[in-house]
């Protein structure tokens, strides 16, 4: 008799992720009630947002210990009980670290065509925050400069592109020479800059001599003081992620020189992805055309096996991963 | 021979503004060129931000060593080369500290019937910064929270009552028993809170129980930690300034909670009132209107003699003042 593999919250992390914050288990196939479905799970997106889920109550209420981990992924429907999502249909929805899932209304059918690891990087809630995150929170005019930090991860690679086929001149921060590299060669960008071996704060200066009207921030931390250190009259900053700091076990100080907000006549703003999903389908459809005319690139760090996904978000936060990290079941 | 007595720039402050940072002097009585006019400085208008210009180049160039201290003022027109200011009408602009000033095209004419210290206060740079700051930036709807710091102080005090009169719940900080009891009683705010004697995070929490919609921060440092600690969902925090910060030696750490604009959706932004002077008719009709109508109070706290400039100037960071600091000559 089949059983449901999971990987499931075993303690809250305090700092770094350690591999004791998880344990396996097999428990019964769930079963799916009126109008949901089972699915196996294919594929799981890994974010730095589960660190967050993990410890405590954020935007959604934290994971419960013995719980699977909470993470969106996709799953081909082996049981239906909903029309709208027949046998061998492909769902997107918050699958969590387990073989089999149950889903129900809120999934979203994957469209034939569409290769898993499109739909969970650039044409999922990654593609999604790097849309309305730069173009509804930021709004860069073209010929301004965007500055994007974790430039080279999942959401980031995919901004800086957007910035610039919007028209503006994009840089961005990056944890490696390979990445920087990466970014200028492959993916359009202006200019990268290596955090790990250079000053920031110097380097932003020099590849954004007019100051950055747009700075996409991923990252926290001293990263986003030298942003706010550069940035130009009425600059944006669209606060996405602060992955600097989620595996602080205390609170770290923030930026020493938000009173140039006020000189400059700064804006800093955050957001949350889940209250765009509404509108889903417009940025969906603007993202697939720049895919198609081979205007924006995607790339994924796929990790293979239920088992390595701990691995898998680990990478997030030593900066390993060029793009969207995948596990693959 | 009638000289011109003023107070100039000895040093730049490094921490707290001390005695040494001015010196006085007596010169020749300067002479307007074409289209400019001589005045005698009657008020002047003192104001946090002249910590700024006597240390460094902010959204002004700093203030030459041994020049007279910038700063808003009123005279009265002694000799004329410009007809649109005629001999014995009154001007506000950059006056100085000083007994005589010539002033230009820039300059504005206060309407007879209006005292001089309405026109400093409310109808001027002060009352324009809660006009602006608070609707333009903060954009508060009836029914909201709004939350202001440095509440007693001449812009803070206009900013919660624009508030009120706008249909909002209203919460003021400010640094005594009595600047409190007068907020409430005298000037209609909800609730106050003494951030000498009070845990300013949890007394917000207790006031503002369904968060804070829009913070107006004059004051930075601890409390505005504290404000975005109570943050509702979509808050703004108009940052206006940040006087609790202006006489430290060395930046100090920011808020530690930023992440928390993103889990709300928060927005914080700054502005210069510079920004909106072209608009200042619109916001001075409806001041007057709500100043005719009993619905808005203002309150004055007046310095005598151009030789107590500086100690006025200090009284705003003691906190001793209660409304808008001037300097009657």
Redesign the interface.
Known sequence: MTRNRRITLAKRPVGQVTPDCFATDEVELPTPGPGEVLVKVGWLSIDPTIRGWMAMD??LPAIEIGAPIRSGGLGEVIESNNDAYPVGSTLFGMTGWQEYAVMGAGSNVIPDGIDPTAALSVFGVTGLTAYFGLLDVGRPVAGETVLVSGAAGATGSVVGQIARIKGCRVVGIAGSDEKCAWLVDELGFDAAINYRTEHVGKAIRAACPTGVDVFFDNV?GDI?EAGIANLALRGRIV????IA?YNDDA??????????????????????IL?YMGRANEAIAELAGWVMGGDLKFAVDVVDGLDNAPTALDRLFTGANQGKVIVRL
Do not use: V, W
């Open positions: 954020t935007y926290g986003l606060l996405c992620g602060a700091t609170p770290r100080p923030g930026p020493s020189n938000l009173s140039l907000l006020i000189t400059q006549r700064g804006r800093m703003e955050g957001f949350i209250d």
